[in-house]
């Protein structure tokens, strides 16, 4: 799950054009990661 997690939000960051939010990843995927999830990942900096 953090594999897919890290590949979803990388190819978030690339297709977007404007400010990217953990909440906004978190509604664009339908609520199947929180935003609580996405910051975990990115506080641990290990991906």
């Given amino acids: 799950m953090k ?3 890290i590949k ?3 190819d978030y ?3 977007s054009f404007g400010k990217t939010t953990a909440t906004g ?7 199947a990661y ?3 999830q ?3 990942l990115l ?3 290990q991906f």
Wanted: aromatic letters at 4%.
């Fill in 3 to 5: 594999h897919d997690l």
């Fill in 8 to 10: 979803l939000y990388s």
């Fill in 13 to 15: 960051l690339l297709s």
């Fill in 25 to 31: 990843l978190s509604n664009l995927s339908d609520d």
């Fill in 34 to 36: 929180s935003h609580d």
């Fill in 38 to 40: 996405v910051t975990r």
């Fill in 43 to 45: 506080s641990t900096n």
